[in-house]
């Protein structure tokens, strides 16, 4: 069978994607599960994070986010049988693309999928689900009453971390990247029919005339947002197109509040002296957002799996309604992970027919 992997070449811009030949395992472990796989999400492939952690090969298998149904499990599966509906990720360390046919998967990397909730659903959600969870719950310790400032709203990842936030009583603001985003954001809604928004208030950073930090700190009186959760930081003056209207740290660090909690995407952060003091001086944490780590220990792994099942239960109710374009065939699959890639759009969905 056929999957999508990463040729690596000298450089990350030097990358290529490929349909390659592949093979899955006729023997299953004893924890493994075999999955016809229905649907698999296209997300940003970081290539430096493999390289980190010694994970480099000529080919790197693309798209981790699957959901299918069960074909086979191995003799000590316990939450699985033959023909249940399930949806997880790929560990970091696969070796199959999520665009083969079928995998095979260690059961504790599943969840069982809600009857009601679509395959696009679930593949298109489930990373961002998490991701959400972990920034929102996990690092910044989120609460009813608190005020939450979502960078770059309208992304997979920021639609469901606010949808997420409002469920739990949290205002949210959030930024807007275009006039598009704006409009998108101002009519987002917990559900059909309900007038009220789900964002307090839209800060369309796309226009030169208005300025983040004072519109968070004139929705907040002056106190400052209790949670940032970002999309990147624009790290120095010349900085590419794309990444303009991204804020800068100093601004993030002005606008949090007294012991607020700043989660970054930033993975190249550096803090000056002054900006720690000011995160000193407000008693403020500052967390990177890196949701790889809940397979880095197994002691972590109820905790991984309990989010999961949450995550698809809230996407079976409508609390979390993910934003997806129309999911392509498998033969468009390179041309979306290219798009995926550069930045060209958020994510792809592959449905295989």
């Known amino acids: 069978m056929k999957g999508l992997y990463c040729k690596l070449g000298e450089t990350a811009a030097e990358a290529k ?127 009813s009453g608190h005020t939450l400032l979502v960078l770059d709203g309208a992304s997979p990842l920021g639609v469901l971390a606010i949808q997420l936030a409002h469920y739990h009583g949290v205002k949210v603001l959030a930024s807007a990247l275009s006039s598009e985003d704006q409009k998108f954001l101002e009519e987002l809604r917990p559900s059909v029919g309900v007038r009220e928004s789900l964002v307090a208030r839209v800060i369309g950073v796309w226009d030169a005339k208005v300025d983040l930090v004072d519109s968070c700190l004139e929705e907040t009186g002056g106190l400052g947002v209790d949670i940032v959760m970002d999309s990147g930081v624009s790290l120095h003056e010349e900085e590419p197109e794309a990444r303009r209207l991204l804020p800068y740290k100093h601004d993030i660090i002005t606008l949090l509040g007294v012991g607020g909690h700043w989660v970054t995407t930033e993975q190249n952060l550096q803090l000056d002296p002054p900006d720690s003091r000011s995160l000193f001086l407000k008693a403020a944490s500052l967390s990177f957002l890196n949701e790889e780590v809940w397979g880095a220990s197994s002691a972590r792994q109820g905790r991984y799996l309990h989010i999961m099942k949450d995550i698809v239960e809230k996407l079976s109710t409508g609390t979390l309604r993910p934003q997806l374009e129309d999911p392509v065939p498998l033969y468009d699959a390179i041309v979306s992970m290219e798009m995926v890639q550069k930045k060209q759009v958020r994510k792809r969905l592959v449905i295989q027919l």
């Open 17 to 143: 994607f490929v349909i390659q030949e592949t093979n899955v395992p006729s023997a299953l472990g004893s924890n493994q599960v075999k999955v016809q796989v229905k649907a698999c999400a296209l997300s940003p492939l970081d290539i430096k994070l493999h390289g980190d952690l010694k994970l480099q090969t000529d080919l790197v298998p693309v798209g981790r986010e699957v959901v299918g149904i069960v074909l086979q499990v191995g003799p000590k599966v316990t939450f699985f049988q033959p023909d249940d509906e399930v949806v997880g990720i790929l560990p970091l360390d696969t070796e199959m693309s999520g665009l083969c046919d079928a995998v095979v998967i260690n059961e504790h990397d599943l969840v069982q999928k809600p009857e009601k909730l679509s395959w696009v659903e679930a593949a298109g959600a489930i990373r961002d689900g998490l991701r959400a969870y972990t920034a929102l719950h996990t690092l910044a310790r989120m609460a």
